[in-house]
């Protein structure tokens, strides 16, 4: 592929995408909407139509490839595969994250545990909320969702940031770093060690459709997934809410708009920027003909501030009318299952530091910038408040 037909594609650099993406996303949704970018050895979409008509079509743009930067980590899994195939690993594990088994198992535990976590840092006067109330709550979250109650929270947290890592390094080029290789065979020694013990796990077994090496993969795509987009994400509010006085001004006064404020950072930065698809065949995409095999990365950040779509995009709104039209979970039969889990964490740790963290606020200097070419949030979320 060369690139004069997409000057624009052609210019960007991992770094530009790494730091602050959005205007380049913009120019490229405006001008080449489906555009070859050499950096990426692949065509980026970033219009919404367009962006979901690729995700619904997993005929003509599938994620069962060997590239698949996830699958070369931990091997094929429900994220990896497509037609009947990624129904049997997808399939059994379904139950605990639909909506209304999230209402009634989990909503109430969530947020009695984004409680305890902010009741533990309350006298503290200042914290980190992404390593002392985001990440934790994420862990805690997926241990109870997966029944890895008999598995160490602290084990579990080393192993998913040695597979968000690997993940990472695939997915920028770079070959399969040893992290990741550890991190998931010291995973699938522990899960497979509890699969008599787990309630949900021994389900899966006894289901009969997947193999135990199977189940294991897909426990890592869903620890992988829960952990990483919802703690991204709750930090994501934090440094939206503190960075806008304004805004955490009528979300404190009105504790209704938390799911909004939730819902509009989704929005407005996606903690997982892009998913990928490779091309089954020849295809004619939005000006641009993509020959059979090529890598079609969708860019959910480019989709989410679609003018086309959302009024004065780049705008945090908690009034925005069709919130619900963002792509954040994706679309189609990859869409995201823990849909509704991920957005009852958020909310119960923004409402639970909103009420019990009084004048909360940043830190002098604590602004960190939300960075990522894959996976955006920022480093830290350096905050402080009154002690009673």
């Known amino acids: 592929m060369t690139s004069p037909r997409f000057p624009i594609g052609a210019s960007i650099t991992l770094e530009a995408l790494s730091t602050d993406p959005h205007p380049h996303l913009a120019r490229l949704r405006a001008e080449e909407p489906v555009s070859w970018l050499p950096v990426l050895h692949g065509w980026l979409v970033t219009g919404r139509d367009l962006a979901v008509a690729v995700m ?126 550890i991190a998931y065979r010291d995973l699938h020694a522990a899960v497979s060690a509890s699969l008599t013990e787990s309630n949900l796990l021994a389900s899966v077994l006894d289901h009969g459709g997947l193999s135990v090496k199977e189940i294991v993969s897909n426990v890592a795509v869903l620890l992988f997934g829960g952990v990483v987009t919802s703690e991204s994400t709750t930090a994501l509010v934090f440094s939206y809410l503190l960075g806008q006085p304004g805004i955490l001004a009528e979300v404190k006064a009105d504790r209704s708009l938390v799911a909004a404020a939730v819902e509009e950072t989704l929005r407005l930065e996606p903690s997982a920027t892009v998913v990928d698809r490779y091309a089954t065949g020849s295809v004619a995409l939005g000006g641009a003909v993509i020959a059979a095999g090529d890598l079609v990365r969708v860019s959910l950040a480019g989709a989410n501030r679609d003018p086309a779509t959302f009024a004065d995009p780049d705008q945090f709104d908690l009034h925005r009318p069709n919130l619900g039209q963002h792509v954040t979970f994706a679309r189609g039969p990859h869409a995201c299952l823990g849909i509704h889990l991920a957005r009852l964490e958020s909310i119960a740790a923004v409402t639970a530091a909103l009420e019990r963290l009084d004048g909360l606020r940043y830190q002098p200097g604590g602004i960190d910038p939300v960075r990522g070419l894959v996976f955006r949030a920022p480093e830290t979320v350096r905050a402080e408040w009154s002690i009673p």
Do not use: C
């Open 56 to 181: 619904r079509d997993a005929k003509v743009f599938t994620v069962d490839d060997p590239r698949f930067s996830t699958g070369q980590v931990i091997g094929p899994s429900m994220l990896s595969l497509d037609g009947p195939e990624h129904h049997r690993h997808r399939d059994p594990f379904g139950d605990p994250f639909r909506a209304v088994n999230v209402r009634d198992s989990m909503s109430a535990w969530v947020h009695q545990r984004a409680d305890h976590l902010v009741d533990g840092l309350a006298s503290l006067g200042s914290a980190d909320l992404r390593a002392a109330l985001a990440t934790p709550l994420a862990i805690d979250v997926m241990m109870r969702a997966l029944d890895l109650s008999g598995v160490d929270a602290t084990e579990l947290l080393g192993w998913y940031k040695g597979i968000v890592a690997a993940v990472h390094a695939v997915t920028e080029g770079d070959p399969l770093p040893e992290v990741g290789t």
